[in-house]
């Protein structure tokens, strides 16, 4: 057994629109939306069902009560960031969400000492190629490493790299597909800035992948394929995401962090590797908006894995279980936490896997040992 090397993921992080305007130094306030126009409205919203919520705060205010799970420090902190963090105007157009965070409000992010943003997802260039490219200068000036996103193909598939203690190293690819909305023109080329976008789920797509991780991989590394796939709601996973997550892991791949769902879908252990199919939002400024109730979007989950090194097998998950209110992350109370501990159990099932709750309020995954012959 190699040496046990605790990892701490999480699902979208959108610090942008209502977010940014209660931090320290908030962007224009003007929308794009069908139906709001006003960043600030979003705050509103949230007050309306949380009450006052402060401006100007400290950086750390979103991260509220996570901070003190992330004070067991996990060797790398990964998240996938669906912000655009420019001072550009120039949004793209016909796209509906537009989210955009100042770049001065970085310190958001640094006062959770994130490592790794995965950038191939929806929002990254919600402001344009000016705005991607002041988003990497932005992140890579504080020495938050990126992945998924550059200004040409080649620096879009390479993939952020962590060292650890002894040489060995946490690799982190991010990927992108068109189910999660990108649009097909924000795919990276040669010439042109975008994102790292999977032409499709094949066989010979995950090839192509598994062997951009070989050429990657040095004993002792731990290999994270971030994904952001999906529609935004439901629990049902695709056959096709299924599949694929088994090709990269067959591979070399250790742990699928699989993201665009705005709620936790099933988690399953495949060969005695993870499979987050689904992580659900982290940070976002949805409270007060109505609608998809059922899935309590406002149950946001805190990912620790630990994995070892010599194999890329799952030790153990431990998930904190948070609530956003206030546009801060909360403990969840007991029962938030019995109620999601229940419905993770009930979706990941058909998986093998269901999870317990431990005695200090966080959720334990448990599971049967699945893949050996598939």
Partial sequence: ??????????????????????????????????????????????????????????????????????????????????????????????????????????TCLTAARIDVCALANNHVLDYGYRGLEETLATLTAVGVKTAGAGRNLAEAQRPAIVERPGGQRVIVFSFGTGTSGIPLAWAATGERPGVDVLEDLSDATAGRVVERVGRAKRPGDIVVASIHWGGNWGYEVPRAHVRFAHRLIDGGVDVVHGHSSHHPRPIEVYRKKL??????????????????????????????????????????????????????????????????????????????SWVEMAADGDLCLRWRQRGDRE
């Fill in 1 to 106: 057994m190699g040496a046990r090397v605790t990892l701490f993921l999480a699902g979208d992080v959108m610090t942008g629109r209502g977010v940014d305007q209660i931090l320290g130094c908030p962007s224009a306030p003007d929308l794009h939306e069908s139906y709001v126009r006003d960043a600030r409205d979003y705050v509103e919203l949230a007050e309306r069902v949380s009450g006052p919520i402060p401006r100007s705060v400290d950086p750390a205010y979103v991260w509220g009560d996570a901070l003190v799970e992330l004070a067991a420090a996990p060797e790398v902190r990964i998240v996938n960031l669906e912000v655009s963090l420019t001072r550009s105007a120039e949004f793209w157009p016909d796209k509906g969400i537009n989210y955009r965070m100042h770049p001065a409000n970085v």
């Fill in 275 to 352: 499979v987050l199919h689904g992580c659900g939002d982290f940070i976002d400024d949805y409270e007060g908006i109505p609608g998809y109730e059922d899935f309590r979007d406002d149950l946001v989950l805190m990912y620790f894995p630990v994995v070892d090194s010599a194999t890329g097998q799952l030790i153990d998950l431990r998930m904190a279980p948070m609530h956003i209110r206030k546009m801060r992350l909360n403990r969840a109370s007991p029962a938030e936490v019995e109620w999601l501990g229940g419905r993770l159990s009930r979706i990941s099932g058909p998986f093998g």
